[in-house]
Every structure is written in structure tokens, then in C-alpha cells.
């Protein structure tokens, strides 16, 4: 493989055709190689969070077993994670000898792991779990004995088949090839042997395990709505070009309150009293969910609800001396039959935990939910604030924590890293890190300026291009305003900054007895009213929203401004109107209306770089998806590119839908029988070349939310598409690719030693805790206030430009200071935040839920399984070259 990325073997890859045509094979490509490490910055000793491993075996190969395990009575398959790891851990009890005494890691489904061969290649074993719930069906949980067979226990021991057979050997010396830069086949299977021994020891503790992250249930704080933010630690094996080391973080999940289920139902759905409580909604919360049953103490999963309340809820009892059944309801059998008052929930649906066709019920008051199991609805804005507030630890503290995690988890006692000489060490791997330069900015009036810890002002400053705002309008809908006032602040705002704001056309306040009306109806109103009042559109509405978070009107507002109408718009929700905030505000507006807030010397050729000497297009990608368990909201994908080369700041959207969960962009390149490109980057090639008279030489190329297992994916399908789609826009073309991914979601973090503070903005890391061979880095362009400050993870997947890394670096570096929204640094380039910003603006269009019912009425799955999705309104083309997402 070059360092391009190319295979040099000539391998042929399964990649999207654009065509129906018959290609030639093309060689498959591979993540870049690292060709240099950068050196421009002054240098900085930090610690990071990845713990040096020891590796010494003697064996060679990690073995893989199936395993399959069964009920002995009826074959049934045994279901659950729980019980399996319980089965496994008594085979290694019960069959010591057969086993040799030998240990293994199980992965709580089909997988077994050793260090070196058992005696066997096939076991076929049993053994008896004690206590096993086995789901059938009866009429209560709570009665032991005297009322016939209809209600015995649920509990009872139970015979399991397990049957272990040999799959397939792991070399363990590809770790130590990988360690050395060489690429094998066979790496991330023995890291995934690893990573899942660590799983089974903190299943062993008891913990809930989600992935590679652990919850003991100790550290838990309340959210709302029945939800607590439980916080744990993550863990996992990397390849590093200092060794093999263990990633180890903070990590949070949101799990359920434990407790009785009337508490948790009535938090849930912030009732006071059970009689408010809505039991439809209440179905589909507590399904699946395990709950402990007293006085027994078994465990059970609900199934629903009963339809009626519990003094009328029958069922079929056989009587004691077996002559015949007797209908009773839950009520009486509790309270004359077994002599157990009820309470509260004699008014209240029972708990089912047997099958819908044949239930099981329990009184509510019984039922209490158990710990540590996850909270998988879609969350609340005000609890995922909850999440962020709960989940910020300052470095130190975060150090404390995993120091802490660490040794609480006794690695160096767990028998199979033993065995397989592997240790870990107990301290910070120390790093080397630089802080790279600043970069320098120009506002108006060509004054330069450096700023400072990330951040500037535009104090006694003017905007590098101002705009005019001319022929605007004010749209109020919200009744606390003082409308004037804002209008005055803006206005002043402007002429000190270099934009020239006119006197609103009008100011336009919604009728008070609409505000109970749909969002549509209220946006459609308040347009009428400006289209019967003025002469001629305005070119700019300013509209003043009434609800600080998601508003229903600003989705129904932006799909009318932006698709329907053609109108450059800006939303707020003042909560104090002065000069700062109204400033910030003035930003935005001038970027949507052509202007520039500041730019970098390099884009002002005052200090050229590699990206402004040679004609060169940016893109930022990025796709959005529907909120958790909603498989039936399409997810968006947003591309952004560059207009106005030398100029690095100005860019311009093409946005699309696809299919639910699809994180591959489908639609940069779409030619159709008509010979014609109707794809994402030929929309944004013509508005390159139309502005600048020029074809670029080099497409930089920034690709946001993708995992290292997709890497592939993006360079042979996605990559593929965007030279095919410049290829078809002009065959004598052959502009060379830059292919970045960036990641925020991993777990790196970078301190500084002997400092309590975050690393400082512009800190880079190449070294040490990156790939053994590939070409990555770790930078925090921006200033951490709160927690610890995230590092952005950088891949360069394929090059062509061949530029030392300083430049590369510095390039990225420099385009988290062209975000036009705000005066500091971001945490990712600029092209990225765009993406994302367009993604989730034009997302808005779409009311999902109608959508999906209207999907569902006219059948929303495909014969082909593929989910329908309601096409993406399409931008007016007044604004579809506007920076309409800043």
C-alpha cells in the first residue's frame, strides 16, 4: 500500500458502480500511511488516559469456541445474557477437570475465548441453574402451593444442554505486528479477545455492561422523568505507536429508577397522584422491563398491563380439592384467599409478567423494578442538559476517577490476563504535545489582530465584509418582547460594526388569539398579514420566537422562509437585550447575507498557504439520524463546499435525505438515463466555478461521524462516488483528494502535568498515543471552560497533495477560526459545524410524524424491507446559495 492509500496489489473491492455499466475492477484502497510528524509549536509534557501494556505469552494462538446452549426438556434455545453467563459459570465449576482447569472469557452470546486449545474440539455437557425463571404461564407469582397447579412458582431448576465447539485460532503475534507497523488480517479479532475478557470480568462484579463501557450503579443522579444519569467507566485495547495500551474514561449511560413501579410512573410522567397517571402510555414504558416481586423476591419481565383494574381483573382458579375452576379476581384471591391486604393498587391495572395469552398478574404495589437497567426512550432536552451537567469533571477529577476505576477493577488478579502475561500499569502514559500557532485574523478596515486563548471580540472593531441590511421586517411571537428596543440595539450594533441596518419595513406582532392554533397556521397567518401590508417582500425577516427550546413554530417558520418563499431569516429568543448579545446576533445575519465577520491572513494571500496558492475546494460532510428507537425518521445527509476561493470562510449547502440509520452518503453522485448529474457535488462544483472562473486543483475533503470500522466504506464508496461525479463534470479533469475523517466521539484525553487547567487551545498530539503507521493526530483547537476539554481525533484516509504535516496541521488548525456564528475557536473545522448546522436545519422540514403516520397508512415498508422516507423539501433558489445554516 502507498501512502496515498492505494492497495499496490491490485486488489478489486465491491464498490457502488455509478453506473449500470460494466467497470474495470479498481484497486481497493486503505487508510493512508504516515509519511512525517509534525514539528512547528513549542513543546508541552501532558498525560493522557491510555495506561501501558504489558504483553508476554508463550502461547501463539487465541482459540475461538461456538457455543450453543439449549433448555435439556425442550430444546428451546436459552435467551438472555444474564442466564447464559450463569450457565457458563457453572460449566467451569461443575467440569474443571474436562476442561483442564483451563479458563475462558465468554462473550454472554455464542462466543468463548482461551488462551491455547482445550483438550476437545467438541464438549457436550449439562448442568442445573437453581432458581430459573422460566416465563409460563399461571396466574400469579406471589402464591406457593394450595392452589393448584395453574399457580405454582415461576422458579424452578432447570437442566441446560451447552455444547462448545472449536471455530477458529487468533494469532496473538498479529497485536505485535500491528505494535511494529506492519498490517494483518487477523489484529482487531485478537484486540476484540481483549476487550472481552474485560467485558466478562465486569460482568463477573455485577456490572451493566453497555459495549466497552461498565456501570456498577453506585454513582447515579436523577435526571427527571424516572431517569437517572448513571456514570461508569469505559475501557479499551488500542494499538499505539508507544505499544499496546488500555484507553480507560469516564463514561455515562442513562438507566431507570429502581424502585416500586407507582414511583417510577408517576416521576416518569410528573403526575402527583396515581389517578393522573395516563396507563396507555404507561404500557409502553414498562414493557420488557424486569421487576422483583415480594414477598418471594423473583424476578420477572413485564409483558403489559391487565386491561382492568385489579378488583375486576379475573382469572381461573382451580379449587383446593381439584374438583373444578372458580372465577376469582386478583383482589379477592389476594385478600381472601391468601390473607394479604392490598392497598393503593386495588384501583390500579396489574403488572403482567406472564405471556399476553396466558398472563400472569400482580398487584402494583408488589412490583418494584430492579437496578441498572437502561432507559431507552428518546430523551427530553431538559434531561439531556441534565446528562452534560452530571457528566462534566474537571481534569484532576477526572483523573481521580480513573485512577480510581482502575484499581477498583483488580486487572492484575483476573486469571486469563494472567495466563496470558499481559499487565498493566497503573500511571498516565506521559506524551509530548506542541501548541501550535495561532492564526491571524483580519476584520475590517485590514486590521489584523491574534487572538487569545482561543477567543476574540469585535470590540472597536468593524466586520471584514459588512452587508446591508435593507427592506426587513420584524416578526414577533412571542408577547414579552419589547420589539422597538431590539430594533434600536440592532440598528446601533450595526452602524458600530460596518453594517448598514435601514429602518424596518414593519414590525408584524401575532394576533394574541392564535396562539393556540397550529405552528402552520400561526406562520401561515402572520405571512398573510405581511404580504397584505407590504408592497413588496422584504429581503430579510428578523422573527422572534416565543419559547427559548424547540419551539414548534421554528421548523414550520424555516420550511416556509426557506423553501416556499425565498427568505433570508434569523430566529431569537432574547431573554436580556443588550449590545453583546444583539452583536452576536449582527453576526449572523451579515454571514447569511453574503457578508464576512473576519478571515484569515492566508485567505487574504497576506501569508499563503498550500490551500490559497493553488485554486482548492473544501468539503465538510456529515449525516444526522432520528433520535433512539425511531427507525422510521430518515436520516439527512449535508454536504458543505467552499465558494470563493482564495476564501476559506464562505460556503454554501446541498442537502438530501435517506434511508433511516444510513450513515453512507447515497447521493454524491446520481447520474440518471437522461446523462445527467443529479448528485450532491456537482450542485456544489457549478457554484465553485461560477464564482471563481476556475476548476479547483485540490478538493480537501472533512468527513464527520464515522467510526474506524466504516473507514474502508468511506474511501472505496463514498471517495469513489466524488471522483466519479468530477469525472462525469468534465472528463479532462484531474483535481488530486485530501480525505479527512474527524472524530469527537472517542475517548482520549490529553492533562497537563502538574497543572490542575486544560490543555491549551492549539495543543496537538502525533505521537506516542496515535496509529503505529497510519496518519492521525489528536487537536484541541479550542479553549476547554467546563470539564476536561475533548481532543478532535483527525485520519488522514488518502492524500494526493503530499504537504508536510506542518501544513496539514496548520490548515486544520486554522479552520476552527473561520466559524462565522461566534468570536472563538471551535472544536472542529468549520466545513464540519456547517455540515452539521444544515443537517439539522433542513431536518426541521419535515414534520416526522405525520410523516411516519401517512407512511404507515400507505404501507411505509418496501417489498424490499427498505423503510419509506418523505422527501426533503428542496431549498427556494433565492437562498440555496446563502450561508442559510449559520
Same mark, same amino acid.
Given at each position: 500500500?502507498?501512502?496515498?492509500?492505494?492497495?499496490?496489489?491490485?486488489?478489486?473491492?465491491?464498490?457502488?458502480?455509478?453506473?449500470?455499466?460494466?467497470?474495470?475492477?479498481?484497486?481497493?484502497?486503505?487508510?493512508?500511511?504516515?509519511?512525517?510528524?509534525?514539528?512547528?509549536?513549542?513543546?508541552?509534557?501532558?498525560?493522557?488516559?491510555?495506561?501501558?501494556?504489558?504483553?508476554?505469552?508463550?502461547?501463539?494462538?487465541?482459540?475461538?469456541?461456538?457455543?450453543?446452549?439449549?433448555?435439556?426438556?425442550?430444546?428451546?434455545?436459552?435467551?438472555?445474557?444474564?442466564?447464559?453467563?450463569?450457565?457458563?459459570?457453572?460449566?467451569?465449576?461443575?467440569?474443571?477437570?474436562?476442561?483442564?482447569?483451563?479458563?475462558?472469557?465468554?462473550?454472554?452470546?455464542?462466543?468463548?475465548?482461551?488462551?491455547?486449545?482445550?483438550?476437545?474440539?467438541?464438549?457436550?455437557?449439562?448442568?442445573?441453574?437453581?432458581?430459573?425463571?422460566?416465563?409460563?404461564?399461571?396466574?400469579?407469582?406471589?402464591?406457593?402451593?394450595?392452589? !393448584? /397447579?395453574?399457580? @405454582?412458582?415461576?422458579?424452578? &431448576?432447570?437442566? +441446560?444442554?451447552?455444547?462448545?465447539? #472449536?471455530?477458529? $485460532?487468533?494469532?496473538?503475534?498479529?497485536?505485535?505486528?500491528?505494535?511494529?507497523?506492519?498490517?494483518?488480517?487477523?489484529?482487531?479479532?485478537?484486540?476484540?479477545?481483549?476487550?472481552?475478557?474485560?467485558?466478562?470480568?465486569?460482568?463477573?462484579?455485577?456490572?451493566?455492561?453497555?459495549?466497552?463501557?461498565?456501570?456498577?450503579?453506585?454513582?447515579?443522579?436523577?435526571?427527571?422523568?424516572?431517569?437517572?444519569?448513571?456514570?461508569?467507566?469505559?475501557?479499551?485495547?488500542?494499538?499505539?505507536?508507544?505499544?499496546?495500551?488500555?484507553?480507560?474514561?469516564?463514561?455515562?449511560?442513562?438507566?431507570?429508577?429502581?424502585?416500586?413501579?407507582?414511583?417510577?410512573?408517576?416521576?416518569?410522567?410528573?403526575?402527583?397522584?396515581?389517578?393522573?397517571?395516563?396507563?396507555?402510555?404507561?404500557?409502553?414504558?414498562?414493557?420488557?422491563?424486569?421487576?422483583?416481586?415480594?414477598?418471594? !423476591? /423473583?424476578?420477572? @419481565?413485564?409483558?403489559?398491563? &391487565?386491561?382492568? +383494574?385489579?378488583?375486576?381483573?379475573? #382469572?381461573?382458579? $382451580?379449587?383446593?380439592?381439584?374438583?373444578?375452576?372458580?372465577?376469582?379476581?386478583?383482589?379477592?384471591?389476594?385478600?381472601?384467599?391468601?390473607?394479604?391486604?392490598?392497598?393503593?393498587?386495588?384501583?390500579?391495572?396489574?403488572?403482567?409478567?406472564?405471556?399476553?395469552?396466558?398472563?400472569?398478574?400482580?398487584?402494583?404495589?408488589?412490583?418494584?423494578?430492579?437496578?441498572?437497567?437502561?432507559?431507552?426512550?428518546?430523551?427530553?432536552?431538559?434531561?439531556?442538559?441534565?446528562?452534560?451537567?452530571?457528566?462534566?469533571?474537571?481534569?484532576?477529577?477526572?483523573?481521580?476517577?480513573?485512577?480510581?476505576?482502575?484499581?477498583?477493577?483488580?486487572?492484575?488478579?483476573?486469571?486469563?490476563?494472567?495466563?496470558?502475561?499481559?499487565?498493566?500499569?497503573?500511571?498516565?502514559?506521559?506524551?509530548?504535545?506542541?501548541?501550535?500557532?495561532?492564526?491571524?485574523?483580519?476584520?475590517?478596515?485590514?486590521?489584523?489582530?491574534?487572538?487569545?486563548?482561543?477567543?476574540?471580540?469585535?470590540?472597536?472593531?468593524?466586520?471584514?465584509?459588512?452587508?446591508?441590511?435593507?427592506?426587513?421586517?420584524?416578526?414577533?411571537?412571542?408577547?414579552?418582547?419589547?420589539?422597538?428596543?431590539?430594533?434600536?440595539?440592532?440598528?446601533?450594533?450595526?452602524?458600530?460594526?460596518?453594517?448598514?441596518?435601514?429602518?424596518?419595513?414593519?414590525?408584524?406582532?401575532?394576533?394574541?388569539?392564535?396562539?393556540?392554533?397550529?405552528?402552520?397556521?400561526?406562520?401561515?397567518?402572520?405571512?398573510?398579514?405581511?404580504?397584505?401590508?407590504?408592497?413588496?417582500?422584504?429581503?430579510?425577516?428578523?422573527?422572534?420566537?416565543?419559547?427559548?427550546?424547540?419551539?414548534?413554530?421554528?421548523?414550520?417558520?424555516?420550511?416556509?422562509?426557506?423553501?416556499?418563499?425565498?427568505?433570508?431569516?434569523?430566529?431569537?429568543?432574547?431573554?436580556?437585550?443588550?449590545?453583546?448579545?444583539?452583536?452576536?446576533?449582527?453576526?449572523?445575519?451579515?454571514?447569511?447575507?453574503?457578508?464576512?465577520?473576519?478571515?484569515?491572513?492566508?485567505?487574504?494571500?497576506?501569508?499563503?498557504?498550500?490551500?490559497?496558492?493553488?485554486?482548492?475546494?473544501?468539503?465538510?460532510?456529515?449525516?444526522?439520524?432520528?433520535?433512539?428507537?425511531?427507525?422510521?425518521?430518515?436520516?439527512?445527509?449535508?454536504?458543505?463546499?467552499?465558494?470563493?476561493?482564495?476564501?476559506?470562510?464562505?460556503?454554501?449547502?446541498?442537502?438530501?435525505?435517506?434511508?433511516?440509520?444510513?450513515?453512507?452518503?447515497?447521493?454524491?453522485?446520481?447520474?440518471?438515463?437522461?446523462?445527467?448529474?443529479?448528485?450532491?457535488?456537482?450542485?456544489?462544483?457549478?457554484?465553485?466555478?461560477?464564482?471563481?472562473?476556475?476548476?479547483?486543483?485540490?478538493?480537501?475533503?472533512?468527513?464527520?461521524?464515522?467510526?474506524?470500522?466504516?473507514?474502508?466504506?468511506?474511501?472505496?464508496?463514498?471517495?469513489?462516488?466524488?471522483?466519479?461525479?468530477?469525472?462525469?463534470?468534465?472528463?479532462?479533469?484531474?483535481?488530486?483528494?485530501?480525505?479527512?475523517?474527524?472524530?469527537?466521539?472517542?475517548?482520549?484525553?490529553?492533562?497537563?502535568?502538574?497543572?490542575?487547567?486544560?490543555?491549551?487551545?492549539?495543543?496537538?498530539?502525533?505521537?506516542?498515543?496515535?496509529?503505529?503507521?497510519?496518519?492521525?493526530?489528536?487537536?484541541?483547537?479550542?479553549?476547554?471552560?467546563?470539564?476536561?476539554?475533548?481532543?478532535?481525533?483527525?485520519?488522514?484516509?488518502?492524500?494526493?497533495?503530499?504537504?508536510?504535516?506542518?501544513?496539514?496541521?496548520?490548515?486544520?488548525?486554522?479552520?476552527?477560526?473561520?466559524?462565522?456564528?461566534?468570536?472563538?475557536?471551535?472544536?472542529?473545522?468549520?466545513?464540519?459545524?456547517?455540515?452539521?448546522?444544515?443537517?439539522?436545519?433542513?431536518?426541521?422540514?419535515?414534520?416526522?410524524?405525520?410523516?411516519?403516520?401517512?407512511?404507515?397508512?400507505?404501507?411505509?415498508?418496501?417489498?424490499?424491507?427498505?423503510?419509506?422516507?418523505?422527501?426533503?423539501?428542496?431549498?427556494?433558489?433565492?437562498?440555496?446559495?446563502?450561508?442559510?445554516?449559520?
Amino acid at each position: 500500500m502507498d501512502p496515498c492509500g492505494r492497495s499496490q496489489a491490485g486488489s478489486s473491492s465491491a464498490r457502488l458502480p455509478p453506473s449500470s455499466a460494466i467497470a474495470p475492477a479498481k484497486d481497493e484502497l486503505f487508510p493512508a500511511l504516515r509519511r512525517d510528524f509534525g514539528r512547528i509549536g513549542h513543546k508541552v509534557q501532558l498525560l493522557t488516559n491510555h495506561f501501558n501494556v504489558r504483553l508476554d505469552t508463550k502461547e501463539n494462538f487465541f482459540y475461538l469456541y461456538n457455543v450453543n446452549l439449549t433448555y435439556d426438556d425442550n430444546g428451546n434455545p436459552v435467551t438472555g445474557k444474564s442466564i447464559g453467563r450463569r450457565v457458563m459459570d457453572k460449566v467451569l465449576v461443575t467440569y474443571v477437570n474436562s476442561l483442564q482447569g483451563k479458563g475462558f472469557a465468554y462473550d454472554g452470546e455464542h462466543n468463548l475465548f482461551t488462551l491455547g486449545s482445550l483438550a476437545q474440539n467438541l464438549f457436550q455437557l449439562k448442568v442445573v441453574l437453581d432458581d430459573v425463571y422460566s416465563g409460563s404461564a399461571g396466574g400469579s407469582i406471589i402464591p406457593q402451593g394450595g392452589a !393448584g /397447579k395453574r399457580m @405454582k412458582r415461576q422458579s424452578q &431448576s432447570k437442566t +441446560i444442554k451447552v455444547q462448545i465447539r #472449536f471455530a477458529a $485460532k487468533i494469532p496473538i503475534k498479529s497485536i505485535v505486528s500491528v505494535l511494529r507497523g506492519q498490517e494483518t488480517e487477523h489484529f482487531q479479532e485478537a484486540i476484540n479477545v481483549l476487550d472481552v475478557v474485560l467485558r466478562d470480568h465486569a460482568a463477573k462484579k455485577g456490572c451493566l455492561l453497555v459495549r466497552q463501557s461498565f456501570f456498577k450503579g453506585d454513582k447515579c443522579t436523577g435526571i427527571g422523568g424516572g431517569a437517572l444519569a448513571c456514570h461508569g467507566f469505559y475501557t479499551s485495547f488500542r494499538a499505539t505507536q508507544g505499544g499496546l495500551t488500555l484507553n480507560v474514561d469516564a463514561s455515562t449511560t442513562v438507566v431507570i429508577q429502581q424502585g416500586p413501579v407507582m414511583d417510577f410512573l408517576l416521576s416518569n410522567q410528573n403526575v402527583r397522584v396515581p389517578q393522573d397517571i395516563d396507563w396507555n402510555k404507561a404500557k409502553r414504558t414498562l414493557k420488557n422491563l424486569r421487576v422483583k416481586v415480594s414477598p418471594s !423476591g /423473583k424476578e420477572g @419481565k413485564i409483558t403489559g398491563l &391487565s386491561e382492568r +383494574i385489579c378488583r375486576e381483573q379475573t #382469572f381461573m382458579m $382451580k379449587r383446593r380439592n381439584g374438583d373444578g375452576e372458580v372465577e376469582v379476581t386478583v383482589y379477592e384471591y389476594f385478600v381472601h384467599h391468601r390473607n394479604i391486604s392490598l392497598g393503593y393498587s386495588a384501583d390500579f391495572p396489574c403488572i403482567n409478567i406472564g405471556k399476553p395469552k396466558h398472563p400472569n398478574y400482580v398487584p402494583i404495589e408488589f412490583c418494584e423494578l430492579v437496578s441498572l437497567q437502561r432507559y431507552t426512550k428518546a430523551l427530553s432536552v431538559q434531561q439531556r442538559a441534565s446528562i452534560v451537567e452530571t457528566s462534566r469533571k474537571k481534569p484532576r477529577d477526572r483523573m481521580k476517577f480513573l485512577i480510581d476505576a482502575l484499581r477498583s477493577n483488580n486487572y492484575d488478579k483476573n486469571g486469563f490476563l494472567c495466563s496470558a502475561g499481559i499487565s498493566i500499569y497503573p500511571d498516565f502514559t506521559r506524551v509530548e504535545g506542541r501548541v501550535l500557532p495561532t492564526p491571524k485574523l483580519i476584520c475590517g478596515n485590514n486590521e489584523s489582530f491574534v487572538p487569545r486563548n482561543g477567543r476574540w471580540n469585535f470590540n472597536n472593531k468593524r466586520l471584514w465584509t459588512a452587508c446591508k441590511i435593507e427592506k426587513w421586517a420584524v416578526v414577533n411571537f412571542s408577547f414579552r418582547c419589547n420589539t422597538n428596543q431590539i430594533c434600536e440595539t440592532l440598528m446601533r450594533c450595526g452602524n458600530m460594526k460596518g453594517v448598514n441596518v435601514s429602518n424596518p419595513l414593519g414590525i408584524f406582532e401575532e394576533d394574541p388569539r392564535l396562539r393556540r392554533s397550529s405552528p402552520f397556521e400561526r406562520v401561515d397567518s402572520i405571512f398573510k398579514n405581511m404580504e397584505n401590508s407590504l408592497s413588496e417582500p422584504p429581503m430579510f425577516i428578523l422573527c422572534i420566537l416565543p419559547e427559548r427550546k424547540n419551539s414548534d413554530i421554528y421548523g414550520p417558520w424555516k420550511r416556509k422562509c426557506l423553501s416556499i418563499i425565498g427568505i433570508v431569516n434569523q430566529c431569537i429568543v432574547p431573554t436580556r437585550v443588550n449590545d453583546q448579545y444583539m452583536t452576536n446576533v449582527l453576526l449572523k445575519i451579515n454571514a447569511k447575507l453574503g457578508g464576512l465577520n473576519s478571515i484569515l491572513t492566508i485567505e487574504n494571500k497576506m501569508e499563503p498557504s498550500f490551500a490559497t496558492r493553488i485554486p482548492t475546494m473544501i468539503f465538510g460532510m456529515d449525516v444526522s439520524h432520528g433520535p433512539p428507537g425511531r427507525s422510521d425518521i430518515p436520516s439527512i445527509a449535508a454536504v458543505v463546499g467552499s465558494t470563493h476561493w482564495p476564501c476559506l470562510s464562505r460556503y454554501r449547502a446541498s442537502v438530501r435525505n435517506q434511508s433511516p440509520r444510513t450513515e453512507m452518503i447515497a447521493s454524491l453522485f446520481m447520474p440518471s438515463p437522461e446523462n445527467k448529474d443529479n448528485g450532491i457535488i456537482r450542485e456544489l462544483l457549478q457554484d465553485f466555478c461560477s464564482n471563481t472562473g476556475k476548476r479547483p486543483e485540490q478538493i480537501i475533503i472533512f468527513r464527520d461521524g464515522v467510526a474506524e470500522s466504516q473507514f474502508s466504506q468511506v474511501l472505496n464508496i463514498e471517495l469513489d462516488q466524488i471522483m466519479e461525479a468530477c469525472k462525469f463534470f468534465d472528463e479532462h479533469w484531474n483535481p488530486r483528494f485530501l480525505l479527512i475523517v474527524a472524530q469527537k466521539i472517542h475517548h482520549t484525553k490529553f492533562f497537563q502535568a502538574g497543572s490542575p487547567e486544560n490543555v491549551q487551545p492549539g495543543t496537538i498530539v502525533d505521537n506516542q498515543v496515535c496509529h503505529p503507521n497510519r496518519n492521525d493526530f489528536y487537536l484541541c483547537a479550542h479553549a476547554g471552560m467546563i470539564g476536561t476539554t475533548r481532543p478532535t481525533h483527525y485520519y488522514v484516509l488518502y492524500d494526493e497533495l503530499n504537504f508536510h504535516a506542518d501544513e496539514l496541521q496548520g490548515l486544520v488548525h486554522s479552520l476552527c477560526y473561520v466559524y462565522q456564528r461566534s468570536t472563538t475557536a471551535v472544536s472542529l473545522v468549520a466545513p464540519i459545524c456547517y455540515a452539521h448546522l444544515a443537517a439539522a436545519q433542513m431536518g426541521q422540514f419535515i414534520k416526522f410524524d405525520e410523516a411516519s403516520e401517512s407512511a404507515s397508512s400507505h404501507g411505509g415498508v418496501t417489498s424490499s424491507c427498505e423503510v419509506l422516507v418523505p422527501e426533503l423539501p428542496r431549498l427556494n433558489r433565492k437562498v440555496q446559495s446563502s450561508m442559510f445554516f449559520v
